[in-house]
């Protein structure tokens, strides 16, 4: 379904009916609930309570001839292929268990909570399913969102900063309320429309925490003498420190972390392979009375990033998209009934597959006068043959342009796909020449105004050889314009922190995560608003932060997007809010804040023949979509 039908401002100004998941809660006792096999011997035993008491009163039923899926078959093993292991977060964007979460269509419904009420757009009341528990057994309960409010979230010391930026409207912390055992309200003075989203998100704001679980390693529960003893065992700087690494829930790396998830790791790291087992206590079930997941465990194989290719060739994977990309398709196509399984292409909704991200936050002085000058920008754009691209890497199938909207979003405009993103290497010399690079080295290389070579490494993640493939051929047409390019590979870690430090020029990645908006969806990528964009990390730092940390922008073009951001949040007209989109899009196609290459690329996603439920079609989007998960790989079964 195409993700401009998603009106994601609406749906949380709205009030959130008890659908679950696009199928009706349906009491569990109208239920004929069977037991996980694998799990009877424990339940005959008396180790683990029978499903009627492991699920809520009103667990959430996944109607599957909705999703045009076959009821499964309980049992078995997921095999997946990871390049490192703090992958092991993914099994948190997979599984999908949200407090609300998109269905297919990208409407926000109740998930783990039974049902949502939001007034005005400004009090939203959630309602806990009755008998919910972790899946350590202990009930899930506002007690859980108590804590983390008030002895996580607001606690000076556990987190400095306060709460995460969705909690906050202009800068105010919401009124919290436990209303009784399984009822909690947030309440703003104006409306919030970014905290269901921030909920449904691929990577969630968890605003719950067990609190069971936690306590002995809070201050101000635990006993002092035992949790200094335990810091102190442990080589940490102090309690702060040792909660803050026992909660971590979407890193996913601590095995006796209480969760919600379909399936618990059992792994402690350091570790190649990670096995994550069923949640007993997991909260949905299938029409038919089937205790969800249906696979018993998924195993997690650490490998090298770019063997992947080649291991899901030979049928070591189960279900592989990560580390896949268009250019392995041929290879994966031809590999299909030698590994036993089938090569899909879905459809992708970033604004591009990939683009240059020249770094305005570079620490060394020259470069960021450079880099900060439009005319460069543009100049690099312009020298980009991206029909090359094009037809060399992705044989024409990909759509050429900047990092924008996509035609069928009804913000697109023609020229803000194409503006300064014609192959133009006369006009792109010109602009250097203007703004003084005129001077060259004796291989023809420009010099910057201190007198070096101007010499650009484009940093990389390094996790597969697409991005390189297509630097080599930018490193062609960028040398037509006096300007060398070095491609530098670098563990994702690393790469993400030269960026925020500012010791990276020119990184690659992939561009704005949704291509089809609409008016009502937040512009916030477009503006500065958080550390992670890697055109400005410290200018989006400031205002993550309310100005704690990173640095307030010094360009006006950049300024005006901050400023246009908030004036969107305060609109409540929809033509207004299409007027402000508009002008942040027009902005970032003049300015070339980031370099798109192309769009529209198709993902591979290799699926075993023995695995089932894996829709034929589907959308590869990190979010909205979480990967794989709003297509509910607790339905996937195998046989």
Sequence with gaps: ??????????????????????????????????????LAPMVASGALPPVAERLPSEPAVVDLAALGKEPGRHGGELHLLMGRSKDVRMMVVYGYARLVGYDRDYKLVPDLLARVEVEEGRRFTFHLRQGHRWSDGHPFTAEDFRYWWQDVATDPDLAPFGPPKPLLVEGELPEFEVVDETTVRY??????????????????????????????????????????ALVAKEGRRDWVALHVDRFQPYKNDNPALPTLDPWVETTPEPSQRFVFERNAYFHRVDTRGQQLPYIDRVILDIADGKLIPAKTGAGESDLQARHLSFSDYTFLKSSEARGGQKVLLWQTTKGAHMALFPNLNAEDPVWREVMRDARFRRALSLAIDRSEINQVIYYGLAQEGNDTV??????????????????????????????????????????????????????????????????HLIEGTWKKIGV???????????????????????????????????????????????????QWPKWGQYYET??????????????????????????????????????????????????????????????SARLHNVPEKGVYNWDPGAHFGIYHPETFWIE
């Design 1 to 38: 379904m195409n993700p401009s039908r998603a009106n994601v401002l609406g749906l949380a100004l709205g009030v959130l009916v008890a659908s679950v998941l696009g199928s009706v809660a349906r009491p569990v006792v109208a239920l004929d609930l069977v037991e996980v096999p694998s």
């Design 187 to 228: 309440t703003w003075a104006k409306p919030n429309p970014f905290l269901l989203p921030a909920l449904a998100g691929a990577r969630p704001e968890h605003i719950y925490a067990p609190a069971h679980y936690l306590r002995q390693f809070h201050a101000k529960y635990a006993d002092r003498a035992a949790l200094d």
């Design 546 to 607: 309310a100005g704690k940390a990173g640095e307030l922008p010094t360009l006006e073009p950049v300024l005006e997007l901050a400023r246009l951001n908030s004036e969107w949040l305060a609109s409540r007209d929809s033509t207004e809010r299409e007027r402000i989109w508009h002008r942040m899009l027009e902005i970032r196609a003049d300015q070339v804040f980031t370099i798109g290459l192309v769009s529209g690329v198709p993902q591979p996603v290799v699926v």
């Design 406 to 471: 996509f035609p069928g979003s009804p913000l697109y405009q023609p020229d803000f796909q194409t503006r300064w993103a014609t192959f133009d290497l006369k006009r792109a010399n010109a602009l250097l020449d203007e703004m003084g690079l005129a001077r060259r080295n004796e291989q023809g290389i420009r010099l910057l105004p201190d007198g070096r070579p101007l010499e650009i490494i484009v940093e990389t993640a390094g996790e597969d050889t697409e991005q390189t493939d297509v630097l």
């Design 484 to 534: 060398k390019l070095f491609a530098k590979p670098l563990q994702r870690e690393v790469f993400r922190n030269r960026i925020f430090a500012g010791e990276t020029l020119m990184s690659v990645w992939g561009g704005m995560e949704n291509g089809y908006p609409t008016p009502d969806m937040s512009p916030e990528e477009l503006a500065p608003s958080n550390q992670q964009q890697l």
